[in-house]
């Protein structure tokens, strides 16, 4: 599957954005899927997580309540809306996808999702 991510851009603290992620080449509905983001020097860190049909979300403790993910089965696409924008959120997000165990709803760990977007780049000014 390929995925190709968009939405990022330059929003004011306590601001808003919606980041997207198109999918093709792939049954989308199968897959796992999560957002990560990346500051320069940092390890890539997990941002939330949504099982194959939506029911299942997890978050990182320091979006929980700001960000929500969802996803589009239809139309093969993954979403993140972010609310109340921090400086500390600026960062380039990545969406990935993952084929876990079928028992797995949602996966935090970078290294168990095959696939990766390009990233976007949020850019929060204070």
């Known amino acids: 599957v390929q995925l190709q991510a968009s939405g990022g851009g330059l929003v004011q603290d306590g601001g808003s954005l919606r980041l997207s992620c198109k999918a093709s080449g792939g049954t989308f509905a199968r897959y796992v899927m999560g957002w990560f983001r990346q500051t320069p020097g940092k390890e890539r860190k997990f941002v939330a997580s949504?099982?194959?049909?939506?029911?299942?979300?997890t978050y990182a403790d320091s979006v929980k309540g700001r960000f929500t993910i969802s996803r589009d089965n239809a139309h093969a696409t993954l979403y993140l809306q972010m609310n109340d924008l921090r400086p500390e959120d600026a960062a380039l997000y990545f969406c990935a996808a993952a084929l876990p165990p079928w028992q797995i709803q949602v996966v935090v760990t970078p290294s168990e999702y095959n696939w990766w977007g390009q990233g976007t780049l949020v850019t929060v000014s204070s």
């Open positions: 949504i099982n194959w049909s939506g029911s299942t979300t």
